[in-house]
T-cell receptor
C-alpha cells in the first residue's frame, strides 16, 4: 500500500539558512511525487512534482526536490530561506490514475530572524 | 494557473442542522473532484471522489448519508453535511483534478472551517 512519511513534525531554521525537508514514501511502482505548501487556514499550493525523467525537480519559490529511488525519498530543499516561507509543507505520492494520492502529515517550518 | 474556490470559508452551525459547502473550478472544467477532511497535525483524509454526472465514491468509514456529495456540473461540486454534530467540526478541503491517467495535477480550494456548536 502507498504511504508517505514526513519524519519531522516541525523544523526551525534561521532566515537565510538552507533548508531540507524529508519525505519517504512506500509504493510498489514508480511513484508520482508532489510537494505542497499550506499556509494556516488555507488550501494547498503545489510547489513541484515528479513524474519521470530528471530526478532533480525545480519548483516555484526557489524550491527543488530530488527523487532518490534507492532511498525511497523525495526531499525538498531551498538554499536560502525567507521569513515568508514559514508554513506547513506536505509531501504526497500518487498513482498512475491519480485517484489515490496519499498525503504526509506535514512538516511545519518556522523561520527565525 | 488553475483556480479552485470554496464557499463559505468559515461556517458555524448548530447541532442537527445541515450545511452545504461549494467547490468551484473557476477557469477549467474538472471531471473529477475530491473532498478531504484535515485534522490538526494529521494527513489530509480523502472522504470521497466525485465525478461529474455520477455518484460519488466514498472512502471506507465515511458515511454516505451524512456527507452528501453532488457533482452536477463540470465546474461545481457540493458537500452537504447533514444533521451535523460537534465531531463533524473540521477543516474541509476540495480539490479538482486536471489531466487524464498519467500526468495529472490537483488544485486545491482554500478550505472551509466548519464549527458545529
Amino acid at each position: 500500500a502507498q504511504s508517505v512519511t514526513q519524519p519531522d513534525i516541525h523544523i526551525t531554521v534561521s532566515e537565510g539558512a538552507s533548508l531540507e525537508l524529508r519525505c519517504n514514501y512506500s509504493y510498489g511502482a514508480t511513484p508520482y511525487l508532489f510537494w505542497y505548501v499550506q499556509s494556516p487556514g488555507q488550501g494547498l499550493q503545489l510547489l513541484l512534482k515528479y513524474f519521470s525523467g530528471d530526478t532533480l525537480v525545480q519548483g516555484i519559490k526557489g524550491f527543488e526536490a530530488e527523487f532518490k529511488r534507492s532511498q525511497s525519498s523525495f526531499n525538498l530543499r531551498k538554499p536560502s530561506v525567507h521569513w515568508s516561507d514559514a508554513a506547513e509543507y506536505i509531501c504526497a505520492v500518487g498513482n498512475t490514475g491519480g485517484f489515490k494520492t496519499i498525503f504526509g502529515a506535514g512538516t511545519r517550518l518556522f523561520v527565525k530572524a | 494557473g488553475a483556480v479552485v474556490s470554496q464557499h463559505p470559508s468559515r461556517v458555524i452551525c448548530k447541532s442537527g442542522t445541515s450545511v452545504k459547502i461549494e467547490c468551484r473550478s473557476l477557469d477549467f472544467q474538472a471531471t473529477t473532484m475530491f473532498w478531504y477532511r484535515q485534522f490538526p497535525k494529521q494527513s489530509l483524509m480523502l472522504m470521497a471522489t466525485s465525478n461529474e454526472g455520477s455518484k460519488a465514491t466514498y472512502e471506507q468509514g465515511v458515511e454516505k448519508d451524512k456527507f452528501l456529495i453532488n457533482h452536477a456540473s463540470l465546474t461545481l461540486s457540493t458537500l452537504t453535511v447533514t444533521s451535523a454534530h460537534p465531531e463533524d467540526s473540521s477543516f474541509y478541503i476540495c480539490s479538482a483534478r486536471i489531466g487524464l491517467a498519467g500526468v495529472y495535477e490537483q488544485y486545491f480550494g482554500p478550505g472551509t472551517r466548519l464549527t458545529v456548536t
